[in-house]
């Protein structure tokens, strides 16, 4: 979705910051470039928007709809495993500031890459992702990503640095009306 933070971002430093995509920011992506990719967890390549793959920006965010015949995806569909959807993007333009003591990374336009359905191997950055899969025969199955976790946090750190860390993100996340 637009206008919605992420989960927190590792930033390669020891630290975190949330991203937010702008509205218009997908919609214009796809205007720059020939094809967007479509991946599972962002190593397969399964289609793409010249053959199984729609994306639009709706008022919510990117709207995506693909018609998978990939195995391994299917698999997954069959056996629950779907958990949502990501994006790949480079040459971000954003603008950086602080709240709460958390970095927020705004993102105003970028080069859209590829987008990937993501089983349980991953875990989307976004928890409003919403994936369902159908099929003519079957019941309709609905999957949407995990409330945010903890899971991410490097377990490298010494214990005391993990108990903070989870701490802040716990506090960010409720001051922003969610729950643990």
Not at 77 to 88: I, Q, V
Not at 107 to 129: A, Q
Request: hydrophobic share 30%.
């Amino acid at each position: 979705v637009t206008n919605r933070r992420s989960r927190p971002l590792p930033d390669g430093n020891g630290g975190y910051f949330l991203e937010e995509i702008q509205p218009g920011v997908f919609q214009r992506a796809m205007r720059k470039i020939d094809e967007v990719k479509l991946c599972l967890d962002h190593r397969k390549e399964i289609g793409g928007t010249k053959s199984n793959l729609t994306l639009k920006e709706d008022v919510i965010g990117l709207k995506a709809r693909a018609e998978v015949t990939d195995e391994e995806t299917v698999k997954a569909a069959e056996e629950k495993r779907l958990r949502g959807w990501s994006f790949g993007f480079r040459k971000p333009r954003e603008e950086r500031a602080e709240e709460n003591g958390m970095s927020i990374r705004r993102i105003s336009d970028f080069e859209l890459t590829e987008v990937s359905i993501i089983d349980d191997r991953m875990k989307p950055w976004y928890n409003s992702t919403t994936i369902e899969a159908r099929a003519e025969d079957e019941e309709k199955i609905e999957v949407r990503a995990q409330e945010d976790d903890l899971d991410y946090i490097n377990k490298q750190k010494p214990e005391n640095e993990i108990e903070k860390s989870k701490a802040k993100i716990k506090k960010m996340i409720e001051e922003a009306g969610g729950n643990i």
